[in-house]
Structure formats: C-alpha cells, structure tokens
C-alpha cells in the first residue's frame, strides 16, 4: 500500500528535502503551500523519484478557512494521509521595538495558528484509519533565544507545547506527534541571523524521514534537538 504524505512549504530549503526523501520512499505526495515557480519543481521532482503523480494544493497558512478547504481536497482526493509533515514557516528579523503587530501576528499565524488548523482539519480522517503521524519542524529556538527574533521564538516555544499536548491525546489512538527543533540550517532562512549554519537541509529531512517513516509508535511526543556540528 502506497503511504500519503502530506508535506507543508516544500518550495525550498528543508520543506523540498522532505518532500523528496519521503519521495525516495516511494511516498504518494500532497504538496501544500502557496503557488510559485519552486513549489511546481518540488511537485515535478517527487513525481520523478516516487513514479506516482503528485497532489498540489495551493493554500494560504495565515488563512484557517484556506487551510480547511487544502485539508478537505487532500483527504478526498487521497485518502485521509498516512504521515503530515509541519514545515511551513517564517521569520521577520527585528528588535522586540521593532516589530509591528503586524509581523507578530503573522509569524505566530504561519508558525503555530496554522498547524493547529490543518492538524484539526486531519485528525478525523487520520482517527477514523486508526494510523497516522504528524511531524513537527520546529526549531532550536523553542530552547533558546535569539536576538530579533522574538516572535519567531515564541510561535516556536508555543509550538513545542501543542505538540505535547496533541501527543497526550494521540494514545492507545494509533497516532503519534513528535516535533524536531533543528538550529541554524544552511537554508536562505538563515540569512539576517548572528549564527553561522550548523547542518544542511538534507540532515534535517533524514530525521523527519526517520520519524515519519521508520521510528516506533513510542517515539509520541518527543522532542528532537539538533544543534548542529
């Protein structure tokens, strides 16, 4: 039986690195994220490597009514997914004065409102096939912080406590959620940070990979660190 994997921002960097392991796999994708020339490559890449057609849904992740409708299509069209990768994010770098409401709000919409909206949108399907796994790509700052990143950091620590909580009610269900917090990946990301890159895209997504794929049920609510060499 073909696994469905639902992976969010796989334009670029990390995101298109999952998608293409779980391709690899021989995993039948559902690419959701907002139109771009990246995203379509994505699509056309994992079609190559999986030998099966791919699903491409646009959404837009400060939306929860266009997350809902992303979820819906992707249910109907493939089935509820076997494995639902959160990768989308975002950052806008600047001092705690420096940030608006604006860019506030929207990091925390993109980095934390909207995995909860398309986890909730899932787990009916996913409850109701008795399998499944979400997997997290949070970050090193849900352990630490940043300078000019307050909002990010935040949207990242509150993440990790969705996360937790989500696995408690995950038990004895056939389901399970774990939460990777890679630090400063060679990704264009990282550009405006003070720290230099400590990992590539690739060792990320061979952890994502792992969990989504490969690791025991037990592995429910861990948290994975990776600070890098």
């Not at 056309?44 to 837009?60: K, Q």
């Not at 406590?161 to 990704?187: H, N, R, W, Y």
């Not at 794929?213 to 429910?220: I, R």
Request: glycine fraction near 10%.
């Amino acid at each position: 039986m073909t696994e469905v994997a639902l992976v969010t921002g796989s334009g670029r960097g990390v995101g298109r690195a999952i998608a293409l392991g779980l391709a690899k796999r021989g995993a039948r994708l559902a690419l959701v994220g907002r139109k771009s020339a990246q995203h379509a490559e994505t699509l056309r890449l994992v079609e190559a490597l999986s030998g099966h057609r791919a699903l491409e849904v646009f959404a837009d992740f400060a939306d929860a009514a266009s997350l809902e409708r992303a979820a819906a299509h992707v249910v109907s069209e493939l089935g509820a997914p076997r494995v639902v990768v959160h990768n989308a994010g975002m950052v806008v770098r600047a001092s705690v004065e420096e940030t608006s409401i604006a860019a506030w709000d929207e990091q925390l919409d993109v980095n934390l409102r909207a995995p909860f909206v398309l986890t909730r949108a899932l787990l009916p399907s996913m409850r109701a096939a008795g399998a499944g796994r979400f997997v997290f790509v949070g970050s090193i700052s849900a352990s630490i912080g940043a300078p000019r990143a307050a909002a990010y950091a935040a949207s990242k620590w509150g993440l990790t406590g969705f996360v937790k909580s989500l696995a408690e009610e995950l038990k004895d269900s056939g389901l399970m959620a774990c939460v990777v917090q890679p630090g400063s990946i060679e990704t264009d990301m990282l550009k405006g940070a003070p720290f230099p890159a400590r990992m590539s895209a690739e060792e990320v997504a061979k952890t994502v990979e792992f969990l989504a794929l490969d690791a025991p049920l037990a592995h429910n609510g861990a948290v994975v660190e990776m600070f890098g060499v």
